[in-house]
């Protein structure tokens, strides 16, 4: 159980572009999914979280215009990245919390973002 | 807000010895600590947790200790394999369901 999908798990786009990433959790409910950044060899770092049908919580530094983050369903979440640059290529994993079972995150496999 | 610090940041031990893996927070009001494992290319997985009124938690050949006093939590993995092999990140969390990472520990299990 606990299953959570990312799709897709890599995209190469072309910078001015930009690109969604869908995160699902597939046996389960999700009142609240986190989005995370990680760079190579580095921690997770938090970007946002979100609460299915409110608007999301940026961390500190994270553009919310950039980063538009939509949590439509108990379900579904999606990022998206608006007008990528290079500097926005890095690993992006979604994690979901299951209703009501507090602190408890199970993530999915990661998106591998390139921006040329 | 919460500061997470994870020792060591590499840890090679031979296969079937035991390889230890610590780390501190600092807001006194964290109350849940997991564990994940995260492999190359891959997202975390949950591999263990402990909230904060449990003092030791075990699952198979992996445990984790908490002194909440001491403000500092480990983990144990004992009889490791190569498959043990991971970067494996402590987290703590408090209010607001969100958890601080730690900076990882890449563990490598030499057969």
């Known amino acids: 159980g606990a299953v959570v999908s990312q799709h897709p798990s890599w995209v190469i786009c072309k910078s001015g572009t930009s690109v969604k990433i869908e995160c699902r959790s597939l046996?389960?409910?999700?009142?609240?999914m986190f989005w995370y950044r990680q760079f190579p060899k580095q921690s997770l770092m938090l970007m946002a979280t979100s609460n299915e049908g409110s608007k999301a919580t940026y961390e500190q530094g994270v553009e919310k215009d950039k980063f538009l983050i939509n949590h439509a369903s108990l379900t579904l979440s999606t990022l998206t990245v608006t007008s990528a640059h290079p500097e926005d290529s890095s690993f992006y994993i979604c994690s979901a919390s299951p209703s009501g079972i507090g602190y408890e995150q199970y993530f999915g496999p990661g998106t591998r973002l390139t921006v040329t | 807000g919460e500061n997470v610090e994870q020792h060591p940041s590499t840890l090679s031990v031979q296969e079937g010895d035991s390889a230890v893996i610590k780390c501190t927070y600092s807001d006194s009001a964290s109350n849940y600590f997991p564990w994940y494992k995260q492999e190359l290319g891959k997202g975390p997985q949950l591999i263990i947790d402990i909230r904060s009124n449990v003092g030791e938690k075990k699952d198979q050949r992996i445990a984790v200790t908490l002194n909440k006093t001491a403000k500092h939590f480990s983990l144990h993995i004992t009889e490791t394999q190569p498959e043990d092999s991971a970067v494996y990140f402590c987290?703590?969390?408090?209010?607001?369901?969100?958890?601080?990472f730690g900076t990882g520990t890449k563990l490598q299990v030499i057969p």
């Open positions: 046996d389960f409910q999700a009142t609240t």
């Open positions: 987290a703590a969390g408090g209010g607001y369901q969100k958890v601080t």
